[in-house]
């Protein structure tokens, strides 16, 4: 279980961008994901991508919108968040994992801290 260091957060209007990173040891895991929770709801899977980058699973909620990407040169993970809106809003968790394509908290052993979005008028 490592810890992940994650960037990013902030606040923006309906339409925005905002791209979070997360540090990631180089062997942390062969799945890294992103998940949104929101209070009152639980961890919600929002995109993952395997290790080398060639693969990607993305929620039907941001499908078009959001880009996955890792950056093994550099050992990062990001979210390229764009058109962003009122409902994307929420604490997002970067985590590491093994599982094929997870998209259950359960299943990740490495977390990052965590970086509020907020998307407000």
């Known amino acids: 279980r490592v810890p992940l260091v994650e960037s990013g957060g902030g606040s923006v209007q309906p339409g925005g961008s905002l791209r979070l990173s997360c540090g990631v040891p180089e062997y942390t895991g062969n799945y890294l994901a992103w998940f949104r929770q929101v209070p009152g709801d639980d961890r919600r899977g929002i995109a993952v991508?395997?290790?080398?980058?060639?693969?990607?699973h993305l929620d039907n909620s941001v499908k078009g919108r959001f880009t996955i990407s890792v950056d093994n040169s550099e050992d990062v993970l990001y979210l390229q968040m764009n058109s962003l809106k009122p409902e994307d809003t929420g604490m997002y968790y970067c985590?590491?994992?093994?599982?094929?394509?997870?998209?259950?908290?359960?299943?990740?052993?490495?977390w990052g801290q965590g970086v509020q979005v907020t998307v407000s008028s």
């Open positions: 991508i395997s290790s080398g980058g060639g693969h990607i």
């Open positions: 985590a590491a994992g093994s599982r094929y394509f997870s998209i259950l908290p359960e299943d990740y052993a490495s």
